[in-house]
């Protein structure tokens, strides 16, 4: 290998982990704490974001996590209590003294706050509840009413406003009269009188304007209002679709509540993308922090359906008995008709799911998509069932049986990527979540479909 090839490779490897952990200082952390060195800890912690230490704390088992927070204590930050995955944040904060976690919590904006408090018992929301003003409490306990996953749930209260009337100027002169506005905002609201948005300006518009020119002329084209009721999926979504940087909530008579960012919506999206793979995949919302128990009630029910539809499958090959008893070699086939039909049906399903979610395959759209799937299916199955047939040949020294699994295996693409498509469609169409439930279908479908195929042809041109 050249030298340029090994500069190469390890600039990729560094490419890679970027923005991973470094080992080493992990090392240093974990020394610090097993020597209950609290300066050197708080040395080697100061130069971590709170993401890094969140992802530090998640990485250590229950017994090096007490111990690092203890020693860590009074310079706990808000911001990781934000960062960290759902399934340990309550052990954290059992771990925090009430004066640590008081502290912690006042320096969080609402919508963190919410996020925070929203999956907690009663009396670990009421020990947060209490750390904070009273303005803020009022604001924390307001957001909770609305509902789960709502925009309600997800904007934050400190929002920068100024009347539709006002020049930039006097916009200018209120913010510096401020004592305290938001640690990040993007936009000012512009209001009418009765304090409903009409209109944002950014403020690299607001500073690169002169001070006698009017805001409502140097405001936003793209202008989004967000219910605070709308689901917060579609908040993310309308984020992505429009390239918002920030939207104004309104309540039900279309006044000013809130604010919801870029950076909450986006962590919505990814959620939600998450949430998705892990329900293709049949293992639930579960992290790699749950416990054994957890982990084994979310994944059983999954497992028992894959049950049942191994259970039809089996009964499908019963059928056929006595073709698989005079002609052993069909048994050693029959896998790769229903494995290859289970692939390609996840890989339409797959796509299907997507599309829906990013609301690109709609009723304009979907029969289209639905024939370039079969026709997909068919090119493929054809191509597979050219190969598979001199497989055939080759292997068991006559030509009967590869027209067999050849004809078995174009039928189950076609199929697999019509089951693929119209499935997660049909589920979605009568409310049921396609992520959630189409795996089983499809698996059902092309496996019985693949061995009838299979089973059914051989003994029709077999016997």
């Not at 979504?237 to 104004?248: D, M, R, T, V």
């Not at 059928?319 to 005079?326: G, L, Q």
Request: hydrophobic share 50%; no cysteine; net charge negative.
């Amino acid at each position: 290998m050249s030298e340029y090839d090994d500069q190469h490779e390890t600039e990729a490897e560094r490419d890679e982990d970027a923005y991973a952990l470094d080992p080493q200082a992990i090392a240093r952390i974990m020394f610090a704490v097993d020597t209950n060195d609290r300066d050197r800890l708080l040395s080697e912690m100061e130069p971590l974001h709170a993401a890094d230490i969140a992802d530090l704390l998640e990485q250590l088992n229950a017994f090096d996590r007490r111990r690092l927070i203890e020693l860590y204590s009074n310079e706990f930050d808000g911001e990781i209590l934000s960062e960290l995955d759902e399934s340990i944040r309550e052990d954290v904060l059992s771990i925090l003294s009430p004066e640590v976690l008081a502290e912690a919590v006042r320096e969080l904006d609402s919508d963190d706050v919410v996020d925070l408090v929203e999956d907690l018992e009663e009396d670990q929301q009421e020990a947060i509840l209490e750390a904070l003003e009273d303005s803020d409490r009022a604001a924390v306990q307001k957001s909770l009413t609305y509902p789960e996953y709502s925009a309600g749930r997800l904007m934050q209260r400190e929002v920068v406003m100024a009347p539709e009337h006002w020049n930039v100027g006097e916009a200018i002169d209120f913010l510096r009269d401020q004592e305290e506005l938001p640690d990040q905002f993007y936009h000012i609201v512009l209001v009418d009188p009765r304090l409903r948005p009409v209109g944002n300006v950014t403020l690299g518009k607001l500073m690169g304007s002169r001070r006698e020119i009017l805001l409502k002329s140097i405001a936003e084209e793209t202008f989004h209002v967000i219910p605070v009721t709308q689901d917060e999926g579609d908040v993310a979504y309308a984020f992505n679709q429009y390239h918002l940087i920030s939207a104004p909530v309104v309540d039900e008579n279309d006044r000013l509540v809130g604010v919801i960012t870029i950076d909450d919506a986006m962590v919505v999206l990814d959620e939600e993308h998450e949430e998705d793979i892990m329900r293709l995949a049949g293992v639930g919302e579960g992290g790699l922090n749950d416990n054994i128990a957890e982990t084994t009630r979310q994944r059983f029910p999954w497992l028992a359906v894959n049950l049942v539809t191994a259970i039809l499958a089996s009964l499908v090959i019963s059928m056929f008995e006595d073709t698989i008893a005079k002609f052993v070699s069909l048994a050693v086939l029959m896998p790769i008709v229903a494995s290859m039909g289970g692939n390609a049906g996840t890989q339409s399903l797959t796509v299907a799911v997507r599309a829906i979610a990013t609301k690109d395959l709609t009723g304009r759209n979907v029969w289209r998509v639905i024939r370039r799937e079969v026709l997909v299916g068919l090119v493929n199955g054809t191509i597979f069932a050219v190969v598979m047939g001199i497989v055939g040949v080759l292997w068991f020294g006559g030509p009967e049986l590869g027209y067999v699994i050849a004809a078995a295996m174009v039928i189950n693409l076609v199929v697999a990527g019509f089951a693929g498509t119209v499935i997660p469609v049909v589920l979605e169409r009568i409310g049921v979540d396609p992520a959630l439930a189409s795996g089983a279908f499809v698996t059902t479908v092309t496996d019985v479909v693949g061995f009838f195929a299979f089973l059914g042809l051989a003994g029709m041109w077999l016997l």
